[in-house]
């Protein structure tokens, strides 16, 4: 499997500010995600981020709050702009591997708005 | 209607009980099948995937039937550490779409 490291692991942030998590994957990837997960919900796909391109949000999810960048294959961030406390939430990066169809989890990034 | 749909339980079971959880998808080309654990605060980690034929690890085995597009999960002999929530999660092309978690509580 590979190994996908998130930065930062939790932050405590004022509302009204804007947060950029890191994903870092061990190896190349094809496909790279950002999920949500709300307390006591399951996960939430954002977007699917694509290298050298734009990502492709799910409904619900715009760009202009959860912009999101991948310059290569083994790196991607996403940012939660303009934050509420509506926003606390976990927010997982995942990726598959070129030879495969699962999906592992980076350890996720635990995020309170206050 | 949601792609995966799950008993979100909680399932509280004696250690040694055997439990069985249930999945349905929507999609019929749906091409993979997955179940996930999940511990409290902690990353969904795969648990196994899932086959036409059946698969065992262990103490675990998950069964696919394609007709009725339900998957199984059967836990033997229960351990206390086998309490987490486990997701149940269907593959179509790059999407992975996750059931809401059913809550596995193990009890002395």
């Known amino acids: 499997s590979a190994v996908i490291s998130q930065k930062p692991s939790r932050d405590i942030c004022q509302r009204g500010t804007s947060l950029t998590i890191q994903c870092q994957v061990d190896s190349q990837v094809t496909m790279m995600f950002w999920y949500r997960q709300q307390p006591g919900q399951s996960l939430t796909l954002i977007a699917t981020?694509?290298?050298?391109?734009?990502?492709?949000?799910e409904s619900g999810f715009v760009i202009d709050k959860f912009p999101i960048s991948r310059p290569n294959l083994t790196f991607s961030t996403l940012t939660v702009s303009n934050m509420s406390p509506e926003d606390s939430s976990i927010y997982l990066c995942?990726?598959?591997?070129?030879?495969?169809?699962?999906?592992?989890f980076g350890e996720g990034s635990w995020l309170t708005v206050v | 209607r949601k792609e995966v749909e799950q008993d979100p339980g909680p399932f509280n079971v004696p250690e040694g009980a055997t439990v069985a959880f249930n999945c349905t998808y929507s999609?019929?080309?749906?091409?993979?099948f997955f179940w996930y654990r999940q511990d409290c605060r902690k990353e969904p980690k795969l648990l196994m995937s899932?086959?036409?034929s059946g698969n065992e690890d262990g103490r675990f085995t998950a069964q696919l039937n394609r007709a009725s597009q339900y998957i199984s999960l059967l836990i033997r002999d229960s351990k206390l550490s086998d309490s987490a929530t486990y997701l149940c999660?269907?593959?179509?092309?790059?999407?992975?779409?996750f059931g809401t978690g059913t809550s596995l509580t193990v009890i002395p």
């Open positions: 899932v086959y036409s």
């Open positions: 981020a694509n290298q050298g391109s734009e990502a492709t949000y």
């Open positions: 999660v269907v593959n179509k092309g790059i999407q992975f779409y």
């Open positions: 995942s990726a598959d591997r070129l030879s495969g169809n699962t999906i592992y």
């Open positions: 999609n019929s080309a749906s091409q993979s």
